[in-house]
DNA sequence: AGTTAAACTTACCAAATGGTAAGGAAATAG
DNA sequence: CTATTTCCTTACCATTTGGTAAGTTTAACT
């Protein structure tokens, strides 16, 4: 149980921090920046976070721990077979358009070798890993086709994450609501799955 | 004509430098690592480029250049109408292949407000003019689909840019031979592209 | 040979940055 | 009221970074 909060500081420094990182990127974010903005000195942060690197942790960890929330959310439902992976996709680029940030730091965390990539690699693994097993036993069973569950999964990830790319392209070139791009997209996702995966799919070539 | 050179420190500069910027981003990048892993001294970099930001336009500029001049190629061949697209898209493709560095120097610069993205506006928009005002004439003899040739363009863009994260995304999970996927996003841009253009093409739905 | 320009180096610096150490305010617990 | 813990601040620092200034070496031209 928390005891006494000056006004929620931490929170707003995590909001602050999700802004400047997905935007900005990690190196081109400063302590002192971020502090300055809210009115707190560095140190404030540095006793909330220890580091900088925690502090893209915990942002990471809030943004994953949103995205898996609503996961969990679709995981639960009593959708069946094809429609349970239809209404993921639709969940989350429907979370995606709803919080642009979070893709951003996607986008910011999806680099290898950037400094918040182990941690995203933590926390994506055990989903990874649920989702592997999950279309193994459909493959089985001969609901779903019998492909590399991994290249599915990674080839979907990087076409929400490239979502984040587009639509910052796109705005960079004034073009603002940019739903109809979006919207192929996610058509174009759900075909590229239903080709990989569905069974009983005709393919039109 | 140019003098007498040391053996082509300039070049080798360049050559380090892009490798940093596509890999490591902008802001990691440090003048004196380069400088080191050359056997040269940080000053010799600022002799021949002056600011970080001057040796990262010039790493765009020749990079961009390698760019246009293939697309110059197909420009020039006889290809006409829908396999002029398809030659293009190929084209790119091959090359992102064959040069990953360019790949990820794209996708490093192609983040609005990043240091590199003006420069790139700047290299990009004669290309843009041209392809718009050929596809404008094409859309006004009805050869091509009415629709705003900026939206394709920047799409098919981010679609190359987003390539980039795959094959890191696909890399980092330790799957090295990403070829499949590639061609899949190859097919995936050309029916993207035709749906969007082609007026004889039958929409599966 | 001597002059000039190019290519590169040594010396130095101001600013920014992440981080440490220690102390003060404020709230809770006793 | 006092002690303690949480939260935040002031003071300070080591390091890194891009960049300036002023040589020094090397090659070309005359």
């Given amino acids: 149980m928390e005891k006494y909060e000056k006004f929620g500081t931490k929170e ?5 921090a999700l802004e400047s990182f997905s935007t900005s990127g990690f190196d081109a974010t400063s302590l002192d920046v971020i502090a300055k903005s809210l009115g707190v000195r560095k ?16 942002v990471v960890e809030r943004a994953a721990g949103n995205l898996i929330d609503s ?6 439902s009593d959708l069946k077979g094809w429609e349970r992976i239809e209404a993921l996709a639709r969940m989350i680029f429907r979370l995606a358009l709803r919080e642009p940030l979070l893709l951003g730091l996607l986008r910011e965390v999806s680099r290898p070798g950037s400094v918040g990539s182990e941690r995203l690699k933590i926390l994506m ?16 069973v001969g609901r779903m086709r019998r ?4 290249l599915v999964i990674l080839s979907a990830y990087s076409t929400v994450v490239g979502l984040a790319t587009e639509i910052e392209v796109l705005r960079a070139a004034g ?19 239903r080709v990989s995966l569905d069974p009983d799919y005709l393919q039109s070539r």
Same sequence: chains 1, 2.
């Fill in 12 to 16: 707003k420094i995590l909001d602050s």
């Fill in 43 to 58: 140190q404030t942060i540095l006793y909330h976070f220890t580091t900088k690197k925690g502090l893209l942790n915990a």
């Fill in 71 to 76: 996961i969990e959310e679709v995981l639960n």
């Fill in 125 to 140: 693994t055990p989903l990874m890993d649920r989702a592997t097993l999950w279309m193994q036993s459909e493959m089985r």
């Fill in 147 to 150: 492909t590399d569950p991994r």
């Fill in 175 to 193: 073009i603002e609501q940019a739903l109809r791009p979006v919207a192929i997209r996610r058509r174009e996702l759900m075909r590229f799955l």
